[in-house]
């Protein structure tokens, strides 16, 4: 269930971007996702389609103070992928999954991406655009979902130039345990793994 040392090389860090407000995203953005953190539950309803659109609503009212949803993206039996979608740009809230499934009732899957709440080392705060992802699907009788992250802002150990990343770790980590939890709590699943090659990280987050 949990990653400590590396068990294959880590994902090589993206190419160097322009700072966001006050942080240098270049040094330790990801071009794939450095961590994952896969939940599972049992469907014991008779409408698995409403279970994914509730897994995103409670995701969406978990995410204040960690993330804001940009973009969303579905998928249905009838008209396959990206059947909906709400591009960066679209207004997305509680309801918005809601409006998917009365509009497309074969829902089997959804993805979230999410642009990340982060606090700088000065205190002030930070948007990562596209630093995120949730993905929701189905798998026989059971929901599973998964967070991804692109940035490693939570973990005390980079693998940017300067190792050292305590001071976004300590103000950051809380963000991401929290949400983590809050979505436990609000859909029921447990985590079933994680993933994360080269870092320390438990179910609650970065270690």
Same mark, same amino acid.
């Given at each position: 269930?949990?990653?400590?040392?590396?068990?294959?090389? *880590?994902p090589?860090?993206?190419?160097?971007?322009?700072?966001? &407000?006050?942080?240098?995203? &270049? +040094?330790?953005?990801?071009?794939?996702?450095? %961590?994952?953190?896969?939940?599972?539950?049992?469907?014991?309803?008779?409408?698995?389609? /409403?279970?994914?659109?509730?897994?995103?609503?409670? @995701?969406?009212?978990a995410?204040? &103070?960690?993330?804001?949803?940009?973009?969303?993206?579905w +998928?249905?039996?009838?008209?396959?992928?990206?059947?909906?979608?709400?591009?960066?740009?679209? *207004?997305?809230?509680?309801?918005? *999954?809601?409006?998917?499934?009365?509009?497309?009732?074969?829902?089997?899957?959804?993805?979230?991406?999410?642009?990340l709440?982060v606090?700088?080392p =000065?205190?002030?705060?930070?948007?990562?655009?596209?630093?995120?992802?949730?993905?929701?699907?189905?798998?026989?009788?059971r929901?599973?979902?998964?967070?991804?992250?692109?940035?490693?802002?939570?973990?005390?150990?980079?693998?940017?130039?300067?190792?050292?990343?305590? /001071?976004?770790?300590?103000?950051? @980590?809380?963000?991401? %345990?929290?949400?983590?939890?809050?979505?436990?709590?609000?859909?029921?699943? =447990?985590?079933?793994?994680?993933?994360a *090659?080269?870092?320390?990280?438990?179910?609650?987050?970065?270690?």
């Amino acid at each position: 269930m949990t990653a400590g040392a590396p068990v294959n090389a *880590p994902p090589s860090p993206a190419s160097a971007t322009a700072p966001s &407000g006050p942080l240098d995203t &270049g +040094t330790w953005r990801w071009a794939r996702a450095c %961590a994952t953190w896969t939940f599972e539950r049992l469907i014991t309803t008779a409408a698995p389609a /409403a279970a994914i659109a509730a897994t995103a609503r409670a @995701a969406i009212l978990a995410a204040p &103070g960690f993330a804001r949803p940009a973009a969303a993206t579905w +998928t249905t039996t009838s008209a396959g992928d990206d059947a909906a979608a709400q591009p960066r740009g679209t *207004p997305i809230d509680a309801e918005t *999954p809601s409006a998917v499934l009365h509009a497309h009732p074969d829902l089997i899957a959804g993805a979230l991406e999410l642009d990340l709440v982060v606090q700088a080392p =000065d205190g002030s705060e930070a948007i990562l655009d596209d630093a995120a992802a949730l993905h929701i699907e189905l798998d026989d009788d059971r929901l599973v979902f998964w967070l991804s992250l692109h940035v490693d802002v939570y973990a005390r150990r980079s693998f940017a130039a300067n190792r050292d990343n305590t /001071a976004l770790a300590e103000r950051n @980590a809380p963000r991401l %345990a929290g949400f983590l939890a809050r979505l436990a709590e609000a859909t029921g699943a =447990d985590v079933a793994s994680v993933d994360a *090659p080269g870092y320390d990280v438990t179910p609650h987050g970065f270690g």
